[in-house]
């Protein structure tokens, strides 16, 4: 590995998320969302990590993402279901569908059925079978381990979460299921009576916070690493990157990253994001580019050329200077990263 930036990825933060999320989710089990390759962390590694620490329960988007999880040899549930295109994959026994639609349903059971879970729309109108299609017949002889929902507002104090809360709950005397799933990240911390049988937990684990009472709960797993590329010194007046969106007011020490938006550090963070060298802090000075941005260096006067700084990445915080979501700072964290498993 010698990638000019890295991501420091904390085994010990992982675990200790899923545990915590597990306590509060009291008897019911906890399990893993670990699609879009474990939110942008390598899924084979963070399902491995949890799967030692006792998770068994995984979900993933799509086909390919089970199948890349086939030699762990894990429970994994494909959340987006099964097209005609996926029956293939569907067939070969590494991981079930979660059938979301009539016909995701009609074509399990006419292809011979076997595992699965249902997804059942309880307000969201996004992906899901009607709730009265549970007891209508439309499921029968389908061999289904959990019945799940998902939460439109979770991460607000929204009525639609008591309202979903409702619906969902109305569906135990007549779920064809051992197991009923409804708690994402945020809606673990709304209260046990979200849990049911299963929570599904995803951004908590990689040290998100979706909501405030998981503050303090969560520890940061991802943090970027970049080295320099050069350092240079700008004289008053001197501008600095596109548009000249940095004047120098007086002799300013500027270190130049290999590090910009094609990595998943976005131009956000212009202005407002950071670097740190021991306990010193390096602001981010004008645009950041594509493959490229520049950061002060005044506070840190024995970094040169080759040497490693890390970047400010803590989710929240990072969220609100970026005016990104905590999602999109995962999952969009490029591939030309070396990952590097501490702890």
């Known amino acids: 590995m010698n990638a000019p930036h890295r991501l420091r990825l904390d085994s010990a933060a992982l675990v200790a998320n899923w545990r915590a999320l597990a306590a509060l989710s009291g008897p019911a089990a906890c399990g893993a969302a670990i699609k879009a390759d474990g939110y942008g962390l390598g899924a084979v590694e963070v399902a491995r990590r949890l799967a030692e620490a006792g998770c068994r329960d995984f979900f ?50 006419a292809a ?70 409804l708690a994402n990240s945020a809606a673990i911390a709304l209260g046990r009576e979200y849990a049911f049988d299963l929570t599904r937990p995803g951004i908590a684990l990689y040290g998100g916070v979706p909501r405030g009472e998981l503050a303090g709960t969560l520890r940061q797993v991802v943090t970027p690493e970049a080295q320099i590329l050069q350092r240079r010194r700008l004289q008053p007046g001197d501008v600095i990157g596109y548009n000249a969106l940095f004047t120098a007011e007086r002799p300013t020490e500027v270190a130049i990253l290999n590090l910009g938006y094609a990595d998943g550090y976005w131009r956000g963070f212009s202005g407002r994001g950071a670097a740190r060298h021991g306990d010193a802090r390096l602001p981010v000075l004008g645009r950041v580019s594509m493959d490229l941005t520049a950061i002060s260096v005044d ?10 700084v890390t970047i400010d990445y803590a989710l929240p915080q990072a969220a609100a200077l970026s005016g990104m979501s905590q999602y999109e700072l995962l999952t969009g964290l490029g591939r030309r990263f070396d990952p590097i498993w501490v702890g």
Request: proline share 5%.
């Open 60 to 109: 993933v988007a799509t086909w390919a993402e089970a199948e890349a999880l086939a030699t762990l040899g894990l429970p994994v549930a494909v959340l987006h279901g099964v097209r005609e295109e996926d029956m293939p994959r569907a067939r070969a026994g590494f991981a079930w569908p979660v059938l979301n639609t009539d016909l995701q349903v009609a074509r399990w059971r």
């Open 112 to 181: 011979g059925g076997g595992r699965c879970d249902v997804m059942v729309d309880t307000g969201m109108s996004r992906l899901g079978i009607s709730p009265t299609a549970v007891s209508d017949g439309t499921l029968d002889g389908l061999e289904i381990g959990t019945v799940m929902s998902h939460l439109a507002s979770a991460d607000e104090d929204s009525p639609l979460n008591a309202r979903q809360l409702a619906a969902f709950a109305a569906l135990k005397g007549r779920r064809p299921a051992a197991r009923m799933s």
């Open 299 to 308: 506070a840190a006067p024995d970094l040169a050329e080759g040497d490693w």
